[in-house]
């Protein structure tokens, strides 16, 4: 049997990280520093900004190709992130949640992977932690009123399905 690939892992990990990091820009620059969620929303930026940092490091010392499509994650994190904002602060939130659920499922699919194989307890303990603060995240998204969005079934459905498109991309190309 062979282990996961964990170069794909990295990957696409790194490649949503990024994203979320350019969802967050989004939405700060429609919302601004002192606007409605923006103090959340800035915390959450940080938190993914030293996840992005971490899985930088990892490209590096792995040597793993990054994806190549991270100009458009760069270019579609952002018009999302400032697409939600732009609805209202209620939206920004459900963008959050509905992005932090399916990394939460992408994170614990991998982990069961890792588990599986029973190697690379490095990737696998930054992958649960991060995990972890995806949940969080999720939370105090649904918290500051996520569900109250226009349109939230819709909204949160095309996000999550977005965003299952996106990592099966992101780990091939």
């Known amino acids: 049997m062979t282990g996961p690939d964990t170069s794909r892992m990295i990957r696409v990990d790194h490649a949503g990280e990024f994203g979320a990091t350019r969802i967050y820009a989004g939405q700060l620059a429609v919302l601004g520093r002192s606007g409605p969620h923006a103090a959340e929303i800035a915390g959450m930026a940080r938190q993914e900004d030293a996840h992005l940092a971490r899985f930088d490091a990892l490209i590096a010392d792995r040597g793993v190709r990054p994806t190549l499509l991270q100009p458009l994650w760069s270019v579609a994190g952002f018009a999302l992130g400032a697409a939600t904002a732009l609805i209202g602060p209620e939206a920004a939130m459900a963008?959050?949640?509905?992005?932090?659920?399916?990394?939460?499922?992408?994170?614990?699919?991998?982990?069961?992977?890792?588990?599986?194989?029973?190697?690379?307890?490095?990737?696998?303990?930054?992958?649960?932690?991060?995990?972890?603060?995806?949940r969080a995240h999720r939370d105090a998204a649904l918290a500051a009123g996520a569900e109250q969005a226009p349109a939230y079934p819709l909204l949160h459905g095309a996000i999550r399905l977005g965003c299952r498109l996106a990592i099966r991309l992101s780990e091939r190309i």
């Open 95 to 134: 963008c959050t949640a509905a992005v932090e659920e399916e990394i939460d499922r992408h994170y614990s699919r991998q982990l069961e992977e890792l588990d599986e194989a029973g190697n690379d307890a490095e990737l696998r303990g930054v992958v649960a932690e991060f995990r972890e603060d995806e």
